[in-house]
């Protein structure tokens, strides 16, 4: 007797769920210990910003996908999914203009009197 698509597909469907969960649980571990061998003061745009912003949109996205697949619970993960997708695009967006704030990112997109202005986040919300 073989293994019929259905399953085949769902068995795969799984598996990268669980890596994605995997790829967390790592990104969490790696993130916790950064913040033990930096110390208290220090932080990192790429550690601190980026990654905790991209581990929150993975997060967000796991939740929609299991609101979208699994008739119990819908409810609860589609609010969920789009609440951290909401929260997580707003800090990306927040760090986004606090990097062209300081000049760090796409400089060029602003007009000359705004570049370099340390009170440009305040557009970012």
């Known amino acids: 007797m073989g293994i ?3 399953s085949w597909q769902r068995y795969r469907a799984e598996r ?3 890596v994605a969960y995997a790829l967390m649980a790592l990104l969490l ?3 916790l210990a950064s913040l033990i061998v930096r110390g208290p ?3 990192s745009e ?3 910003g980026w990654s905790v912003d991209g581990f929150e949109m993975l997060a967000a996205a796991l939740c929609i996908v299991r609101g979208f697949t ?3 619970g819908r409810a609860v993960a589609l609010t969920l999914g789009f609440g951290l997708f909401m929260w997580a695009s707003g800090t990306g ?3 986004a203009f606090d990097a062209l704030a300081r000049g760090r990112f796409l400089p060029r997109v602003l ?5 370099g202005r340390r009170d440009l986040h305040a557009w970012g919300g």
């Open 4 to 6: 019929s698509l259905w």
């Open 16 to 18: 990268g769920l669980w």
């Open 29 to 31: 571990v790696g993130y």
């Open 41 to 43: 003061g220090r932080s």
């Open 46 to 48: 790429l550690l601190d």
């Open 70 to 72: 699994r008739r119990p």
């Open 93 to 95: 967006r927040r760090h």
């Open 111 to 115: 007009p000359a009197h705004l570049r």
